[in-house]
């Protein structure tokens, strides 16, 4: 069952709380008790597929879906159409004791796609099992990469309406278009004059006004969402990092039971709490490193316990971690205080207040445990992608190179020779402007539109172009709306024919 973090609703089912997305007067739901993996089913685990982990470690957590749905979850999500590499999510040697987890081999080319791909047939049939007399309306707020991602999964799912807002300016090229050329019956873009932060909130704000969602109920539609506030994106996040430990266990890369790094490149905090999880389950873990870029809102906290958001918001060459307000720090903080939700009541309230909030001395140590962090800037990011491009012929995307760097640091100052994944969250293809000017220089990008530059660094890299952003010049754009985040409702409304 999956309960509040602020302890304001019932316990519910998993389709519950998939189909509802959060709790609806805020709080976030996460499961009461976290089932837990030994070694011995982990090293049996070992010569499964992809697809056999992620059975296994969704059945542990979805109790009201029977095994054979989740398989036909599973297979219709994680199979080669989707997907190009037949491990979905590869593992790639850097050096004796760096890997990097290749999440980025689905169709919209970021590893938003290994929760959205699964995450529409969750929700359909969390709609069976719960009954709905209503269409349900997924509102997305995106920093670039969420948006696609959902659209693709949730294009032409019957019973479902999909709405994305992503920052207008706020997104690269590519990601607008990838987002804006959107075919389906049922998926609407709109881009918001604003950054992340104000599409996130405004969203959120959305979800939490009931007389607002009154009017959709009596009109036929329930809100819900596609954002990692929803348990249901969340989830799908654990199956790869039991995956990549399973691989390198098949490799022979580590013994069985020993622990390894994860570094995770960081916005929303979602894919790191996964990695928590994942650890919390019994993955033999030694720490999380979080990695942030200039807006390092987390490392900040992580260092001295202080949540501060009031600072000015920047806009970097890693975009889809240029966020403020990291939604699901909530669920880890409701973890680390053994479900203490009137500690969490009283800090979110203080952050939507005063944008601050200060944790006490037991909760940061409890943190210091597990997890490490820091921040890279965005010529340390440019810098890291030339120097693992020219000594390793290996090219990164901005945000994986965050991580590179905050683990080299890591390395230099603890010189702990444990075993290291780096979650690699994006193509370089997505981000090629950037790429190519760290590689190539300033001048190589200079006037040049974002598919001669794809060109160029397909040569410079060795690689084809990601599946998913071939040909995007020559799609239409589909979507042209514009608004205010004053008003998104309204654009809501209308897009709804209310
Ligand atoms: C979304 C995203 C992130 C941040 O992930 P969170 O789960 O929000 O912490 C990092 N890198 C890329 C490329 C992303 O799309």
Request: glycine residues 6%.
């Amino acid at each position: 069952m999956y309960i509040s973090t602020r302890g304001n609703h019932e316990r519910v089912t998993a389709s519950r709380a998939i189909k509802m997305g959060m709790v609806p007067s805020g709080g976030l739901f996460v499961p009461e008790s976290i089932p837990t993996i030994t070694l011995e089913e982990l090293i049996n685990l070992q010569n499964s597929s992809y697809q056999e982990i992620a059975e296994k470690i969704l059945s542990l957590y979805l109790d009201d879906y029977s095994i054979d749905e989740i398989k036909d979850c599973v297979n219709s999500a994680y199979n080669e159409k989707n997907f190009d590499h037949p491990f979905m999510a590869p593992i790639y040697k850097l050096n004796e004791h760096t890997y990097v987890l290749e999440l980025w081999h689905g169709p919209t080319a970021a590893f938003k796609d290994m929760a959205l791909q699964i995450m529409p047939y969750f929700l359909s049939l969390a709609i069976k099992k719960v009954g709905a007399d209503k269409e349900i309306v997924i509102l997305v707020a995106t920093s670039g990469d969420t948006g696609k991602a959902a659209l693709e999964g949730f294009k032409n799912i019957p019973g479902i309406q999909i709405i994305v807002f992503f920052p207008y300016q706020g997104v690269s090229k590519v990601q607008e278009l990838q987002m804006t050329t959107t075919d389906g019956k049922n998926t609407y873009v709109v881009a918001v004059k604003g950054n992340f932060d104000d599409c996130q909130s405004a969203v959120k704000e959305i979800f939490a006004n009931e007389e607002f969602n009154d009017i959709l109920n009596d009109k036929g539609y329930e809100l819900s969402s596609a954002n990692s506030i929803n348990w249901g994106r969340l989830l799908p996040q654990v199956i790869y990092y039991f995956s990549a430990y399973l691989n390198l266990l098949k490799e022979r890369e580590i013994q069985p039971g020993e622990k390894v790094n994860f570094v995770v490149p960081t916005g929303n905090f979602g894919n790191i709490l996964a990695g928590w999880y994942a650890y919390k389950m019994g993955l033999p873990v030694n720490k999380l490193i979080c990695a942030s870029n200039e807006n390092k809102v987390l490392t900040d906290f992580f260092q001295t316990g202080i949540y501060d958001r009031n600072r000015e918001f920047k806009q970097t060459n890693s975009p889809s971690m240029d966020i403020l307000v990291s939604s699901n720090l909530e669920r880890f903080l409701f973890e680390q205080t053994n479900h203490n939700a009137d500690k969490i009541k009283q800090w979110m309230n203080d952050l939507n207040t005063k944008g601050k909030f200060i944790i006490d001395k037991e909760t940061k140590s409890s943190i210091d445990q597990i997890l490490v962090s820091g921040f890279a800037t965005q010529e340390e990011t440019l810098e890291t992608i030339k120097k693992v491009y020219q000594s390793k012929n290996y090219t990164l995307d901005t945000h994986t190179a965050v991580a590179v760097k905050v683990y080299y640091e890591y390395l230099r100052e603890t010189k702990d020779k444990t075993k290291t994944v780096i979650d690699a969250t994006a193509s370089p293809f997505k981000f090629n402007s950037s790429v190519l000017e760290a590689i190539k220089g300033a001048e190589a990008v200079d006037n040049k539109d974002e598919f001669a530059i794809l060109e160029e660094l397909s040569e410079v890299s060795g690689l084809p172009i990601h599946h998913g952003l071939k040909d995007l010049d020559k799609k239409p754009v589909i979507h042209k709306i514009f608004c205010t985040k004053e008003g998104i409702k309204k654009e809501i409304m209308k897009i709804l024919g209310i």
